[in-house]
């Protein structure tokens, strides 16, 4: 299953076409953006950066590969393989973006995952540089790039999934550069999502919505999908690794949080919403 780079990419200082020439991008008004040694590109100009260096650490990219390795999340990207697979001609060429990519766990399984005969054109987005440095060390077949939701350097149409996996959704710029039916699959956390974690770190927990969110505009949504299981984590690093990985590490007391590192052991269950939006037709 040939696994492809995405090209269509825009320049993220006037959005014009950027081209590949040697070890750089470049776009027709002369802007240049270099493609590192690691075989990724930084589209992010310091005017969209809110930080020096935003997004996750490298100790918290380290803790999330760590846990996603150990096949902990499997069912979920086993449930968004088939979300980005469906209703697709057996001999497609789907164009799809990870928005948030992290250090790339969820495209390399939907890579592993494609049935023959179909082409995969993937491209991961994270504002994070030290994920996606990890992620282009593990896979030079997915096109890298430091950037933003807010301003994505992609080419208005052209994609036919965008991903967006525990992470900040930007639906105008989702709709910009999904074709017309193509699909925004959005995975988020339900009510019940590592309660026994936040029971630890948190004296009492704040009631979760219950009201499904509305449509966004110039999308039509179909039917979701509520995802449950348990897993079973058996040392304090598993631990750590997934406390690292949540916003919860940040929430919580350091007294909360030492409560977590004593820990040897935990049975958590894990409870996620897949939301399918489809590009109406512009």
């Known amino acids: ?10 320049c993220p200082l006037d959005g014009t076409p950027l081209q590949r020439d040697g070890a750089a991008w470049r776009c027709p008004s002369g802007h240049s ?69 992290g250090e790339g766990y969820y495209l390399r399984q939907l890579a592993a995952s494609a049935p023959a005969g179909c082409r995969l054109a993937l491209m991961g987005l994270d504002i994070s540089k030290w994920a ?11 096109s890298w ?7 994505l350097p992609v080419l208005p149409g052209t994609l036919d999934r965008v991903l967006c996996m525990f992470g900040f959704p930007v639906y105008p710029e989702f709709a910009r550069v999904l074709k017309p039916g193509g699909r925004l699959i959005q995975v988020d956390a339900g009510p019940e999502h590592l309660r026994e974690l936040r029971e630890i770190i948190y004296p ?34 598993e631990i750590a690794d997934l406390l690292a ?15 977590a590192a004593a820990l040897t052991a935990l049975s958590l269950g894990v409870d996620v919403r897949l939301t399918c939006f489809e590009r109406e037709a512009v």
């Not at 100009?45 to 096949?71: C, I, W, Y």
């Open 204 to 237: 009492a927990l704040k009631p979760q919505r219950t009201a499904d969110p509305p449509t966004p505009a110039g999308f039509t949504e179909r039917p979701a999908t509520t995802l449950r299981f348990r897993i079973e984590l058996a040392s304090a690093q």
């Open 145 to 151: 790039v430091v950037g933003s939701n807010a301003h």
């Open 245 to 259: 990985m949540t916003p919860h590490l940040y929430r919580a007391t350091a007294e909360a949080r030492a409560d």
């Open 33 to 101: 953006f270099d493609v590192a040694r690691q075989n990724y590109a930084n589209l992010l100009p310091v005017q969209h950066k809110r930080s020096r260096d935003p997004g996750d650490s490298k100790e918290m990219v380290a803790a999330r590969r760590r846990f996603l390795a150990a096949g902990f999340y499997a069912p979920i990207a086993d449930a968004v393989n088939r979300a980005v697979l469906a209703d697709l001609p057996p001999d497609a060429t789907v164009a799809c973006l990870d928005a948030g990519c």
């Open 1 to 10: 299953m040939p696994v492809t780079l995405f090209q269509a990419l825009a």
């Open 132 to 142: 996606v440095l990890s992620a282009a060390k593990q896979d030079a077949r997915v």
